[in-house]
């Protein structure tokens, strides 16, 4: 097993020098945390997900500053063995560099060691900003959500050679700006495996192909805890939703037939307070009891 991850260690973590493949996933709350650290996962991020797969909107434009700082809080609670990312939601780094660093940094004071944030060349003064405010910063390029409306839909990125292109020199600019890993999502596989030769710091893909430096899921689409379709690039190890509804569906059916709780499942009452409480008993047993 590899030694536990910082940022230090990661930024030079290559396949191509022989390193073992970066294993990522997001994690929203403290049981979430608590297994994706028992499972020896090397990044947990607080995702923007959480909007979709938590809080039940239909994208990641949703969620606020607060909802991050409150889902990193109760991650780091957990006090995971791993490296705790947390991702600055829309809006929190889009205005300007100093209203960014404010925002990074109120991830990190609930317990992100270091921050992600969405896009390529037009982000480089706030990453440089967030970077000189001692805070590492995660880059994200490719299919990123927080650009839904502008990419005219969750589509796959860099199909073509000028498209392709640009997204290479989106990602040079991001890892000279600073950024100690890049995340790549949603771009053809030789793609992925163009960023990843041209930089210096690891990929982490997530539909980018087998070829990046590590690989980054969904929790919720790991486990099948999700409910709707999930995109091509999951693979899911577990159908925790199913278990999940038969288990209830079991509990509800004993709830209702009686067969809950069962006396091993009750607290049991001493002698002279069943007494006391019972009347047919306290006649029995107890004349000067409770009425
Ligand atoms: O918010 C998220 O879950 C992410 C991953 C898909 C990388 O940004």
Sequence with gaps: MSPPVNVHSLRTRKRRDGAEPIVMVTAYDHPGATIASAAGVDIILIGDSVANTVLGYQDTLQVSV????????AVARARPDCLVVGDMPWMSYHLDPADAVRNAARLVRAGAQCVKLEGGRRRVPVIEAIVNAEIPVMGHIGLTPQSVHAMGGMR???????????????ARAIEAAGCFAVVVEGVPDALGRAVTAALSVPTIGIGAGPDCDGQVLVFHDVLGLGTGRAPKFVRRYANLAEDAVKALAAFAADVRSGAFPSVAESYEASEQLRAALDPGRRAEKSPGALE
């Design 156 to 170: 796959v990125q860099g199909r073509q050679l000028d498209a392709a292109s640009e997204l290479l020199a989106d």
């Design 66 to 73: 607060d909802d991050m700082v409150h889902h990193v809080a």
